[in-house]
């Protein structure tokens, strides 16, 4: 199987505020023709750094794909180093200036000299265009060795990659096909999924099966190789299938699709409704089921009841019972769940009271304590939970397991 890596350029990759996209659309790409992406970097604009990396990665891979710095400023820096990296001269291409300043020309402007830079070429690639913008890519194959280089923007290299690049990587690539399915488990950690995985999926060495660890949920990988589709996919779903009848009502997604969706799916096959109450999630879990499109059909309305008194005013719930049991407790979710489901007339009613710190935790109930109600045609009850994590996770933990409760009573165990 052919190897590649994904160079992403550019100092702004580098900060809280944007993230690596391309790469992540790129691999899946060239996966799908049975390219294994090995390694994926982000190199800011630091030319030294960057004829490195080039170079490096040109010597571990058969393929090399960089996004980014193909603009006309200072800083766009890919041209020149990439192609020191690979010694080589950079070309000047009349064609390309005059074609720059046509385009300007159609904008009503006139084209900035420093948009010249973009008309330089590395010697011996073929130029791709980019009608989506001003910046040309490039394809060359150096030592046997393939190197493409694409402009930044999705815009533009998505549709650049698709017409030019990607066919000519089939060609090399070869019959080869890979087919993934990825199945979603809640309710068990990382090492006991694995348990139970292990001595399933190792039986077929040649698929690649990783499990992995999210913020509420264990996720199994799966990845077939085969010359055809059709064989690959087969291999990936008969695994798939062995690993989900292993983990039982564990796995809520064997198709890779979110809880919400899981959920929404079975209320609309059984022509039911659902309304939330929430207080530490803080309309959480309404935000996660209106994300969906069509969740008008099944999820009717929300309250966020923050405070006792709104427990009380919105939902009825007994001030006795605050008193008595506290906000953070059975029988307050209980009655949360049940109020709202009187108040919507929904099928099923679930609520969410609980800590989700930093403070207000106490020996008895710690930060991280949970309490979900629920509320439907098999009565009125809840579970109490304690989640690890900070105030963010602990808060989506608590939509998670939610959800994941609501699915139980909907006969999805």
């Not at 900035?112 to 060359?140: C, H, T």
Request: with cysteine.
């Amino acid at each position: 199987m052919l190897t590649a890596e994904i160079i992403a350029i550019g100092s702004e990759l580098l900060t809280p505020e944007k993230t690596d996209t391309n790469s992540l659309w790129l691999t899946a790409r060239l996966n799908e023709i049975g390219i294994d992406v090995k390694l994926k970097t982000i190199v800011g604009d630091d030319g030294a750094r960057l004829e490195e990396t080039v170079r490096d990665a040109m010597r571990r891979s058969d393929i090399v794909i960089t996004t980014g710095g193909l603009g006309p400023t200072e800083d766009d820096i890919t041209r020149v180093f990439t192609a020191k990296a690979v010694g080589r001269e950079l070309v000047y291409h009349d064609d390309i200036e005059q074609h720059l300043r046509e385009r300007f020309k159609a904008w009503g402007r006139e084209m900035p000299e420093i948009n010249k830079r973009q008309a330089y070429v590395i010697d011996g690639s073929e130029i791709l265009p980019n009608p989506n913008g001003s910046a040309v890519g490039m394809f060359a194959e150096f030592d046997g060795k393939i190197l493409a280089i694409l402009p930044g923007p999705p815009r533009e290299n998505q549709p650049m990659f698709n017409e030019h690049v990607l066919p000519k990587l089939k060609a090399v690539a070869g019959e080869v096909y890979v087919r993934r399915r990825l199945l979603r488990v809640s309710g068990k950690g990382e090492s006991a999924v694995d348990e139970i995985a292990a001595p399933i999926y190792t039986a077929y060495p040649d698929v690649q099966t990783s499990i992995l660890f999210n913020k509420s949920e264990v996720e199994i990988h799966v990845a077939a190789t085969a010359e055809q589709p059709e064989q690959a996919q087969l291999i990936a779903d008969e695994l798939a299938e062995k690993l989900a009848e292993a983990l039982g009502n564990a796995v809520f997604s064997a198709h890779g699709e979110s809880m919400e969706e899981v959920v929404g799916k079975r209320l609309i096959e059984l022509g039911q409704t659902v309304a939330v109450a929430e207080s530490c999630t803080g309309g959480l879990i309404g935000s996660r089921f209106t994300d969906v499109p069509g969740s008008s059909a099944y999820f009717l309305e929300g309250a966020i009841t923050y405070s006792n008194e709104a427990k009380t005013r919105a939902l009825g719930v007994d001030p006795a019972i605050i008193a008595e049991h506290g906000a953070v407790s059975s029988e307050c979710a209980e009655a949360m769940a049940k109020g709202m489901r009187d108040i919507a007339g929904t099928d099923h009613a679930i609520s969410v009271t609980g800590i989700a710190g930093p403070d207000g935790g106490c020996d008895e109930k710690p930060v991280g304590t949970v309490f979900i109600g629920y509320s439907g045609p098999r009565g009125t009850k809840s579970v109490k939970i304690v989640l690890p994590g900070d105030r963010y996770l602990v808060r989506w933990r608590a939509s998670q397991a939610a959800l994941d409760y609501l699915r139980r009573q909907l006969g999805m165990a």
